[in-house]
């Protein structure tokens, strides 16, 4: 846990930008999107905004040529770093395909689930006020955005996973949000099925 993988998530946040700019998402071939960012994405842009007006405040206070360049670089890297999240929660969606379910948040946390592993998967809302975003509760891991989840995935065996600072984890069932929880359990119960409907 620790500097190591802050730096890691902080490239990846960056890295975000250019994907978002050049209209891509980072996805598996075959894999269908389920996107999760219409909760957050106002909020961010409110902050956006509200950071390039401190900026625009700042520079009409006279502190003097130093403190304003540091200012400066202050207020850029955190309007990148505002930027980059926006940006990341929308090119690092959660993901389904035929071998495995990706739990994602932007480019802090990566879980990755077999769908070999998945024993039911179901679209229930649940309020989860006043606890972490990511929490780890014995065997449930919660992936909480705006305090709600609506898909729930139970497992046959448990996964392990790395929360975003890089502490592990591991879990047997995994709650999180999504934009349509109908179309991403929709999703995930068909990849469960598929591999039967194969002729043998």
Excluded at 162 to 188: H, M, N, S, W
Aim: hydrophobic share 50%; aromatic share 8%.
């Amino acid at each position: 846990m620790g500097v190591g993988h802050y730096l890691r998530n902080e490239r990846r946040l960056l890295a975000s930008i250019g994907l978002a700019l050049r209209r891509r998402k980072a996805l598996a071939p075959c894999a269908v999107a389920a996107g999760y960012s219409r909760a957050q994405r106002p909020l961010l842009v409110v902050f956006v905004v509200l950071t390039v007006v401190e900026g625009l405040l700042f520079a009409l206070v006279g502190f003097g040529i130093v403190v304003h360049l540091v200012l400066a670089a202050v207020e850029l890297y955190s309007l990148l770093l505002v930027v980059g999240l926006l940006c990341s929660i929308t090119v690092y969606p959660h993901s389904v395909s035929a071998d495995e379910v990706r739990v994602r948040y932007g480019a802090f946390l990566d879980v990755r689930v077999p769908v070999s592993a998945i024993a039911a998967v179901r679209a229930r809302t649940e309020d989860h006020s006043g606890r972490p975003g990511f929490d780890l509760d014995g065997e449930t891991f919660t992936v909480a955005l705006s305090w709600q989840t609506n898909v729930v995935l139970e497992l046959s065996r448990p996964v392990p996973f790395t929360r975003p600072l890089g502490r592990p984890g591991e879990a047997r069932v995994i709650k999180f949000y999504a934009d349509d929880p109908q179309a991403a359990a929709a999703a995930i119960h068909h990849a469960m099925v598929r591999p039967r409907e194969r002729p043998a």
